[in-house]
């Protein structure tokens, strides 16, 4: 279980989330190794990232409910910057959507500028099925991204959607075969390196800082209301039926 960092030429960064018998979920000492590499890219040579998940089943499902739950200030501002919620970034992402994209995976995501999927990968954002707050920024970001329907459609209901219905959404650019996705990606950030990486990186920081100062200005009350829902009864039976893949049962 780890978050690997490998190289594609001088200036092309790739981000692997590998924990592939838990669908690449991430524990807590994977998502402080992420936040991690987004300090060291940020200061090193590379002008594009892609982030990808390993093996064939998914990007990622976003944090290992199996382990620690604990949600202090601390632990959240460890998450924060793992999923780069409120993180002012200057280097351009691309997400290579391998397989299925939930929860944390999806908040992971909305940090990146251009994504595509394979066709067998869905999409969701599961955490009120299972009584948790989605703290990770997608109660922020996935309305300025695919539109105020569409992103509550997703948060309420907490159903997955195909890759096509993704695409469809505007979460992701386009959906190809399998083969063809790390080549795509590849191709995409040679592109993106070619350019001026000061006007690049000008260009993205000023993105993700205007998205960044507006999820700092909802960060106390993200915590109130992720507080709120964790100390309600709904909590402890949530989870309890993700741990033993049951319907919940909300009295």
Known sequence: MEVRLTRHGRHI??????NPPRLNAMTRPMLAELGRLWDELERDDSRCIIVTGAG????????????????????????NHALLKCDA????????VNGDCIGGGVELMLASDIRA?????RFGLTEVKWSIYPFGGST?????????????????????????HAA??????QVMPAADLMPWAIRTAETIAANSPSAVQAVKRQVSATIADHA????????????????????????????????????
């Open 13 to 18: 960064a790739i981000v692997t989330i590998d």
């Open 56 to 79: 064939t089943r998914a990007f990622t499902v976003g944090a290992d409910v199996s382990g620690d739950l604990s949600a202090g200030p601390e632990t959240a501002r460890m998450v």
């Open 89 to 96: 970034y200057s280097k351009p992402i691309i997400a290579a």
């Open 117 to 121: 999927a394979v066709p067998t990968a």
């Open 140 to 164: 922020i970001k996935l309305i300025q991204q695919i539109g105020y329907v569409h992103a509550m459609d997703l948060l309420l209901t907490a159903r997955l959607i195909d890759a096509e």
């Open 168 to 173: 469809r959404l505007g979460l992701v650019n």
């Open 216 to 251: 700092l200005t909802r960060e106390a009350l993200e915590q109130q209301l992720g507080d709120a829902v964790r100390a309600s009864p709904h909590f402890a039976e949530g989870i309890a039926a993700f741990r033993e893949k049951r319907q919940p049962r909300y009295e």
